[in-house]
């Protein structure tokens, strides 16, 4: 076969197909091989200029290896050192097959790389999430080194154990599964109702939002039994997300389309919709104030949320901590308008399916 040649030559599902029986002829267990190189090929899909899923630059890379995917897929400690290998075996099957594009950087330039970027992936997670990648018991000091708990200064004793981002690390849920979940999750459809208002071009307010009587129309197509926070939190999210671009007072489709395709790429784009809400109900505006009423501890609350009996919020904890067991049950009543929470009973549940939306939600809103 002749090596390929131009933008987007090759077709990523072909490509996974082929990449699996190579690995099976060398008696190599494909699954989860063909699933980290399935995200990063998705991962790097979003890179400008980058579409070719047979073409890696040393940048790309870098780029995927060791900041997209600490930031966007949530993987645990195995996981994470596998990474570097299942690229590596990726590059010798598009150099063995005659896949590798003839104009490309060298593949014996990326041997090299792609070993040092290997043992810099759990390093950058470590780096991103504050996990050091040993269990440790809620609110315990963490190794020697090792980030502190982000919840531990802020949690109180009152609402139980610190949040253990570990727990949602740890969750794992096929692809087919969870792609099904995004494409059947309110977000999903209310995005896909956006996209559909808005079509080639739309009039908006002078800065790119919505004028009322927008909001009010946008409501009654989505969510016309209620739900108002979906307006609030999804069109500010589309934008972050490049679904939509405003400019002036036009908005229009942005730089990426939803992605309909291959469960992974659903999977992606649903987590990271899913964490542009959460991060627009959390994060701080300019004038410093937040959408949500205790933005830290409603971070806090997802996480507990995802342990197999939920989070329950204490009752009876005195009039000291009123304010605060009012307003997270307000911000988590929002959580579960917008479809990332269930209520279980007295339980909030954060599905697995969504569960990597949670610690991307924490990236984008920082500190």
Sequence with gaps: MSPSEGPGSADPADLLAE?????????????????????????????????????????????????????????????????????????????????????????????????????EVPRAYRRGSGHDGVEHAPGAEPAPGAEPNPFTALWPDALGPVPDLTVVLRLDVPADRAAAWMRGSRVWGWTRGVLDWVGTSREVADDGGLRDADAAELLGRLAPAGHPAPIALLWPALVATGLLEATGDRVRPG??????????????????????????????????????????????????????RGFTVPAGLGPALADVTEGLGADLAV?????????????????????????????????
Excluded: I, N
């Design 19 to 119: 990449f699996e029986r190579w690995c099976r002829s060398l008696d190599l267990d494909p699954a989860g091989l063909r699933r980290l190189v399935a995200t990063a090929l998705a991962l790097k899909e979003e890179l400008p200029g980058a579409a070719d899923p047979a073409r890696w630059s040393p940048e790309d890379l870098t780029t995927v290896l060791t900041r997209t995917f600490p930031a966007r897929v949530p993987l645990d400690a195995d996981e994470q050192r596998l990474v570097g290998p299942a690229m590596a075996l990726y590059l010798s099957f598009l150099g063995t097959t005659g896949r590798w594009p003839a104009s490309a950087v060298p593949l014996d330039a990326l041997t090299g790389l792609v070993e040092k970027l290997a043992d």
């Design 255 to 308: 730089p990426r389309a939803l992605d309909e395709g291959p469960d992974e790429a659903v999977v992606l784009d649903g987590v990271a919709l899913h964490a542009a809400v959460l991060a627009e109900l959390l994060r701080p505006a300019p004038s410093g104030t937040t959408r949500a009423r205790v933005p830290g501890l409603t971070l806090g609350a997802l996480v507990r949320a995802a342990e197999p």
């Design 335 to 367: 959580a579960v308008e917008v479809g990332v929470l269930e209520r279980r009973g007295d339980a909030y549940v954060l599905p697995p399916e969504v569960a990597p939306a949670v610690p991307y939600a924490v990236g984008l809103v920082g500190p």
